[in-house]
């Protein structure tokens, strides 16, 4: 019903930047809220950035005067640049979308599929 596709991410070294996309598709009557989560192996999934439709954000302390999370609403896109990378970022990320479809007024959450992030120190 809906699909989050992710780009970006890869290798880097600490200092450098990435950054990452996520588009959402499919049966969207509207997107309440759009963010990124990341899990490093043997830890839990965390959130490190959401964004509303209204342009408020949020960001785990860890990741704050480093990352930028926004937003397309237009296109239902969702960008997080990541400055000043340390070997701690390194994770899988994944996109969320909190989702209002077009069968009725329920919301969904949706995920994407993971994209790797890793930085070498």
């Known amino acids: 019903q809906v699909q989050l596709v992710e780009s970006g991410g890869g290798l880097v070294q600490a200092g450098g930047s990435l950054g990452l996309s996520c588009a959402a598709s499919g049966s969207i009557f509207s997107i309440n809220a759009m963010g990124w989560y990341r899990q490093a192996p043997g830890k839990q999934r965390e959130l490190v950035a959401a964004?509303?439709?209204?342009?408020?954000?949020n960001y785990v302390d860890s990741v704050k005067g480093r990352f930028t999370i926004s937003r397309d609403n237009a296109k239902n896109t969702v960008y997080l640049q990541m400055n000043s990378l340390k070997p701690e970022d390194t994770a899988v990320y994944y996109c969320?979308?909190?989702?209002?479809?077009?069968?009725?007024?329920?919301?969904?959450?949706?995920w994407g599929q993971g994209t790797q992030v890793t930085v070498s120190s």
């Open positions: 969320n979308a909190v989702v209002v479809t077009t069968f009725g007024p329920a919301t969904f959450r949706y």
């Open positions: 964004t509303t439709s209204g342009g408020s954000t």
